[in-house]
């Protein structure tokens, strides 16, 4: 029998899959694309809450003056961590 707490961690997995590939199509597309772009914002509005407290601790690495914003990378790592926990429980 199927429990109904399965069905709230698959809804939850991909809720965070979805994240996840927001979070990779942001990144690729600000190479690319304008930040007021309205698919660019729309994306920015999406995972913003996600990704601005990685941010702030991207700001303390070292990066050697380069411009790279290692917060969209470190947010991905964690959410993929969370989705290996998650389907550990199913």
Do not use: C, K
Not at 33 to 51: A, C, Q, T
């Amino acid at each position: 029998m199927v429990n109904i707490f399965d069905y709230i961690i698959l809804g939850v997995i991909w809720f965070l899959n979805i994240l996840s590939w927001a979070i990779i199509i942001n990144a690729l597309l600000s190479w690319v694309m304008d930040p007021m772009h309205p698919i660019r914002v729309w994306l920015i509005r999406f995972i913003e809450p996600i990704v601005s407290p990685f941010r702030r601790i991207a700001d303390r690495l070292n990066t050697s003056g380069l411009p790279i914003d290692f917060s969209p990378l470190l947010a991905y790592i964690s959410i993929q961590l969370v989705i290996a926990i998650l389907q550990s429980l199913i």
